[in-house]
């Protein structure tokens, strides 16, 4: 009996002295990490104000390859969710929501800092669990920034959640260390560059029958400009000889925009999806990535022809219309696509191009590269008199289109927010080259590729 009143005894002082060291501790818990990133503070705005991206950089994949997500809410900003469920019991239920940004995503390029909260729902102990994120400028230039993300928590008198801040640097700290980390690799593939002045809209595309030809010039405006007319002549000769119109302006799709050459399509847009070539009627379909399996390929019906096989009626491996030597005719666009626009000298086009990618990629906008590619439409062309004298070159306007694949909110930020695209205010380029985008120094990458037609 003395024994088991001496055990119950020890328990009871190791109750009391459970309990002192649980009041002792804090009711609340915090860890943070930073990490310099080498990219615009608006860029890392866009991508922690939405979720599109976080199963990119977020560990719990790594932990799960099963992990289901699901987003809801507004696609952009305060309330964008991201729900998860897991049967791997290390990852569990959860979700996070964006609570707050401050300032306005607009306000984030003049202030050069910023700071978002998630909040945040799965099994960690504690209440009031969330994450912030602080984004500041820095460097010598303004061209880094420093990214921390801190996790807080409040225990209040749950003893038993008290005691788990011992574990804080388990998994809330994996989450920010592996997370940052796995960021910064995401963010790695983006152009560097502001695209703040940048006002783009999500916009639904109509499939178009058009006349195209290919082209290459040097990033020489006066060559490029002679490259692009030469090729309208070519396909205003071509319509008129298959006795159709020509119902729009000029569009250009980008293939390869090099160090040295832009390679590209020239097309026209045409009034009927039907030709007739080769004593035939041929109707225009959409382009299509070639066939792999030549057999595959001739049980479908659309076999890519020889080698050299120019036959006017029939199809090359991109399922594009031989019209001639030259000439091919397609059903392009259709589907949605963010588009900007340009006002002023065409050297600017090339800057709006390479935003409009940094655009899609910090708010998560899949698009293909391959078959459905950049292209830009010239509104407003420059006027040339009987004397050749060539006016209002640098007052032009174009309007420029990255076609969008998959899921695709129906508005941008800034549809949602009401503002309209005034085109971009700088002219970023005057010196007769067809522009390297100013923000980067470099030559710029290849645009990316919407149903479009498909280089040879």
């Known amino acids: 009996m003395t024994r088991l009143l001496e055990f119950l005894a020890a328990l009871v002082i190791v109750a009391i002295l459970g309990v002192v ?47 289901k997500y699901q987003l809801s809410g507004p696609a952009y900003g305060q309330g964008a969710k991201i729900s998860w469920t897991s049967d791997d019991k290390s990852v569990g239920n959860g979700s996070l929501e964006v609570a707050s940004l401050t300032p306005a995503f607009t306000q984030v390029g003049d202030e050069g800092k910023a700071t978002i909260v998630w909040n945040l729902d799965n099994d960690w102990s504690g209440t009031d ?43 809330p700290d994996n989450f920010i260390q592996f997370g940052l980390g796995n960021m910064q690799n995401m963010v790695a593939s983006i152009p560097q560059g502001d695209y703040s002045k940048l006002y783009p809209e999500i916009v639904d595309t109509q499939p178009t029958p058009v006349l195209f030809i290919s082209g290459q010039a040097p990033r020489n405006l006066t060559e490029l400009d002679t490259a692009l007319d030469d090729g309208v002549k070519q396909l205003q000769a071509a319509a008129k000889k298959l006795n159709v119109q020509v119902t729009g302006p000029r569009i250009t799709f980008t293939t390869n925009y090099g160090d040295q050459n832009y390679q590209f399509d020239v097309a026209l847009p045409i009034s009927s999806t039907t030709l007739n070539l080769n004593g035939q009627s041929v109707e225009l379909t959409a382009a299509s990535r070639p066939k792999l399996d030549p057999a595959a390929a001739a049980t479908s019906g659309s076999a890519a022809p020889a080698a050299g096989d120019n036959t006017p009626g029939s199809k090359d491996k991109f399922n594009n219309v031989i019209v001639d030597d030259k000439v091919r005719a397609v059903l392009a666009f259709g589907g949605k696509a963010l588009k900007a626009e340009w006002n002023g000298n065409p050297a600017g086009v090339p800057v709006v191009r390479i935003q409009e990618q940094q655009f899609a990629q910090t708010h998560g906008y899949k698009y293909d590269d391959f078959t459905n590619r950049i292209y830009d439409i010239q509104v407003k062309a420059p006027t040339t008199d009987a004397h050749g004298t060539v006016a209002g070159y640098d007052e032009q306007k174009f309007e420029v289109y990255l076609p969008l694949s998959g899921d695709v909110p129906e508005k941008t930020p800034e549809q949602e927010a009401g503002m309209k695209n005034p085109g971009l205010q700088d002219n970023p380029a005057s010196s007769g080259t067809a522009g390297a985008p100013a923000s980067s120094g470099t030559a710029g990458e290849p645009a990316a590729s919407g149903t479009a037609p498909t280089q040879q």
Do not use: C
């Open 129 to 171: 669990k969330k994450f912030t994120i602080d984004l500041q400028r820095t460097g010598r230039e303004g061209k880094l920034t420093n990214v921390t993300m801190a996790y807080d928590v409040s225990y209040g008198w749950n003893l038993l959640n008290r005691y788990s801040n011992l574990y804080i640097h388990g998994q």
């Open 21 to 67: 060291a649980g009041v002792a501790m804090p009711s609340q818990g915090h860890v943070d990490r930073t990490v310099k990133v080498n990219k615009d503070v608006r860029q890392l705005y866009d991508v922690f104000a939405n979720f599109r991206r976080f199963p990119e950089y977020s560990m719990l994949g790594q932990l799960d390859r099963g992990l």
